[in-house]
Nanobody
């Protein structure tokens, strides 16, 4: 069974930085894309960054210029570098792995708290 493990969450002051990592293991199907989503209390889960197997990235306007996603295909690992964090970035961040057949696997999530 595919496993998706995230790490790197924590607490940081506004303007600070965090780096999240995610690794997919026990996967025998080619990965089409990996991405990061977040869900704040009382809000729907939303995409914050995605990257295809060919390296094409996608960001919503709210995070452009502050968040950067990168990927190492050989180890099925993706990172999310988050800079200039704002209180509104506080959420649980989830890693998502989508295979070439369209199936999707989620990680357990990692908490990011931005507070002074």
């Amino acid at each position: 069974q595919v496993q998706v493990a995230e790490s790197g969450g924590g607490s940081v002051q506004p303007g600070g930085s965090l780096r999240l990592s995610c690794t997919a293991s026990r996967i025998r199907i080619n990965i089409a894309a990996m991405g990061w989503y977040r869900q704040a209390p009382g809000k729907q889960r939303e995409l914050v960054a995605s990257i295809s197997s060919s390296g094409i990235t996608n960001y919503p306007d709210a995070v452009k210029g502050r968040l950067t996603i990168s990927r190492e295909n050989m180890n099925n690992t993706v990172w999310l570098q988050m800079n200039a964090l704002e209180r509104e970035d506080t959420a649980v961040y989830y890693c998502n792995v989508r295979t070439i057949f369209g199936s999707s696997v989620w990680g357990q999530g990692t908490q990011v708290t931005v507070s002074s």
